[in-house]
């Protein structure tokens, strides 16, 4: 492969190198650039000399100033990047240049569960709801057994999960940020992939009982006089074995109604896929970010959701999103997330500096910022129409954020509760990410990830790097992957391996 | 049963009514005390009149103020106890009561693993140590076909399990406070059930590699020349199926090693008694927790180590605990726990108040303070020897305070982390508690529970209510059954079921 760099923006003065095992020193590019030093791939070489205090751009946008006078040819590392300040939340523009609706694409359908509620499951799950840790060993004991003597005689069903999680008396209920992990779990629950039949198991002297955790008008489908809750303190149960005998006889009738379900064809208005990065590199933001956005661009056409998250990923470029905000009020809610997030962060001593990691580093990215506009490349170009919490259920079409650390599992954990039910993960570092309710798809920035861990990367957008692909190629090939995997005919790699990440609530709330 | 009320201190002007089932209003006790009301089991009776704004006495302290007027034989319910203000930290007394060390206890012996650090394991476990929440289901996927295939093979081990956990690179990993979950990863492996064998499960792009967790100087056994860490982003595996293949190689080394330890007798010296309380009730300060403390105190006396722990449940104690500290120094460290926590708590905007639950309400327990009263009784008479924070490991013998959060299986996660090879849990409305590494006992603090859970009650303490035991007899017996459970002669009703808790790390640091 003859030196090849990828310059995402005219107005850029750095590029990335993307040849597999970097390039020396002395190695001249065909326009002419020649290396001053050996430079890795996906990390930054300088297209022009940049003095000293001078901004460093990338996606035509400052990812920090030069902290010291740097030449053409130069490896732009990490220590020569300063942090700029981030924008100003009083001063981004808001719902400016909302990107008009792009032109409806139709006839996009996969072959869905409906549920009652509007939604519909891309997988037919039975899970058991915990309403706090205490019992979450009893039921993945229960969970084992269904699996090894239930499950294998109703093949229509994909799978019996337990929604554990680490929620406890401890957290203090009453904290205002409290409320944050109750509607996570409430949320959960209500994921179309797993809500169809409820089951809910709950200890009895816990702080949030079932009937505070699905108020009056939750949206549960409770069956009438059915028992949806096995208590385990209640008088009936004699000890371990009765408790687990009651939650067998419960999920067993769940489990057969739900091998009576089919398969229907559901438009593309039914999907709700929310997008995620984890172990970052900087081509994430070349290849698998964008290969994302141009995919949610056309899921967005065709009258889907598409949600985004990661609130520190999204902090420095939020200048960009702020005119694309649908509305004035979404971009208040936009602004809104962020400066809750900014006071979070404060008020334990941290910043959004805290992020990235030394992977990412590795990866080339040399800071938050720069990781960031690649980040919101996921988002596409459409107008942004809703935003909501951590753990708030998402019901509104079009492009979408939801609010999350970036933590891939709190993030994850908060995307289901949203009601995702397809998710799309893209890794420049790798990383065998699953999850129980939801298939995950997981696309790599580079072939070389996507050649090495063939059984746990489903789509390799290395080929945008190395010319095979375009980003508009990519990209309508990732919507039939999801419409695929949403309709059960693909099964994404996480899903053969059955890798299920735990639950990770986000707890602002103090513990005690 | 004749009625029955247990009064704890001669200055209490109420007392816990213990018949099953409560008192019809009307009952009159033998002393002449006749319920005004109905008073259910484990709810208090007045004693005397109480006029409104007068202590509430209990365990011959003020538990609170009478919101109003209280006549003799009236039920003092939950509404009519106010909460007072929490002992002031700066009045409390240090090290001025520090109790005589008792006459020692020769002989008591337990069978055990000694450990090259000079610990000693009860159990014979091997733990894969995970750095990153990424990991985690990659480890359990090779868990469980260890499990399967390897570990019959060599039946002298007791289990393997996954050391898995929502840590990711979300911690905000420089903030002040992220050393807790730092310190307490590493000392979980450290735990010495699991540490003889040493196998670490690292993705490679983390912020918390292996290097970091287990620094220089660390204890950590690590078999000099023998590969330790399996690093999932390494280019030798190629793909999900190498990775499994990989720990499993390392694990069946581990077990193969394991399998050829002996249990020799070892002093009590060597246990670290972990004492918990979760769900509890008016009993468990009556029955439960004072034969946890008694037993506590032949332990100190035998050369043992007891951790109690549990923050907010000793906060409201403390001006009991302070003139108990061997030295100022350690009295110190106790105050400087209760500060650091009373702050973590008012910057999430909650207080002491956020404890108990409605369990403990149901259960008798008015507020806070009377827990605390109730559960400090779990530290017996000693003197409090040493002070640790949360996440730290803890060699010294005695006393101990092992700070943690209230919340069951943080406090468990913390207290494995401290070194505990026992752990005693006292329970009033009844919990399934195990954890993975360590072997749980589990008191009832009523004979009914013990009577309804056969098969998760180890002990049943409300043999102290009914008349049928004394404290001193049933200390001893919680002694004997603690060198019986270390020796492995007696498996806990939780390990009988394999009940593992998931670990619960502490992180008051912000998650970015």
Request: aromatic fraction near 6%.
């Amino acid at each position: 492969m003859t030196p090849r760099y990828v310059r995402i923006h005219p107005r850029d003065n750095v590029a990335i190198v993307v040849n597999e095992g970097g390039l020396k020193a002395g190695t001249a590019f065909p326009d002419g650039l020649v290396l001053a030093e050996p430079v890795r791939e996906a990390h930054k070489v300088a297209l022009e000399p940049i003095p000293k205090g001078q901004p460093i751009r990338r996606y035509g946008e400052v990812i920090g100033l030069a902290g010291r006078d740097i030449n053409a040819g130069a490896w732009v590392r990490e220590e020569f990047v300063e942090l700029p300040a981030p924008p100003a939340l009083d001063q981004v523009a808001l719902a400016t240049a909302a990107p008009p609706a792009g032109a409806s694409i139709g006839g996009l359908e996969f072959d869905g569960y409906p549920n009652p509620d509007g939604a519909a499951g891309t997988r037919n799950i039975l899970a058991i709801t915990t309403t706090v840790q205490c019992v979450a060993p009893t039921v993945e004991f229960a969970v084992r057994r269904i699996r090894d003597e239930i499950l294998p005689h109703y093949p229509g069903v994909d799978g019996v999960m337990a929604l554990a999680h680490a929620y406890g008396c401890g957290v203090a209920i009453d904290a205002p940020d409290a409320e944050i992990p109750i509607r996570t779990l409430r949320n959960l629950s209500l994921n179309p992939n797993i809500s169809s039949e409820p089951l809910v198991v709950s200890l009895g002297c816990e702080k949030l009982p079932p009937s505070r955790l699905f108020p009056e008008g939750s949206p549960l489908p409770v069956l009438s006089g059915e028992p949806w809750v096995v208590r385990l303190q209640d008088e009936e149960y004699r000890g371990f074995g009765d408790m687990v005998a009651a939650i067998m006889r419960l999920a067993e009738k769940r489990i057969e109604r739900l091998s009576r379900r089919q398969r229907v064809p559901c438009p593309a208005s039914l999907l709700n896929v929310g997008v995620q990065c984890g172990g970052s590199d900087a081509f994430s933001g070349v290849t698998a970010n964008p290969v994302v956005g141009h995919a949610a661009d056309l899921l967005v056409r065709a009258g889907a959701t598409v949600m985004f998250s990661e609130v520190t990923e999204v902090r420095d470029a939020v200048h960009l999103l702020g005119p694309r905000a649908a509305t004035v009020e979404v971009g208040r809610a936009l602004l809104r997330e962020m400066a809750w997030f900014d006071e979070y962060l404060r008020r334990g001593s941290a910043d959004r500096s805290a992020n990235p990691t030394p992977g990412n580093k590795r990866g080339g990215l040399s800071n938050i910022v720069e990781k960031a506009l690649g980040s919101v490349a996921k988002s596409g170009t459409s107008a942004l129409t809703h935003v909501a919490g951590p753990g708030e259920r998402v019901s509104a079409k079009g492009l979408v954020f939801a609010a999350t650390p970036a933590s891939d599992f709190i993030c994850g954990t908060l995307q289901t509760a949203a009601g995702m039910n397809v998710h799309v993960f893209t890794t420049g570092e790798g990383t065998p990410y699953g999850l129980g309710a939801v298939p995950v798809i997981k696309i790599s920035s580079r072939t070389a990830l996507a050649r090495r861990w063939p059984d746990l990367i489903d789509l390799d957008a290395g080929r945008v790097a190395s010319g095979e692909s375009t980003l508009e190629q990519m990209g309508w090939e990732l919507v039939r992957l999801i419409l695929d995997t949403a309709s059960g005919r693909n099964r994404a790699c996480a899903e053969r391996w059955k890798l299920d990440n735990p639950l990770a609530l986000f707890n602002p709330a103090p513990v005690t």
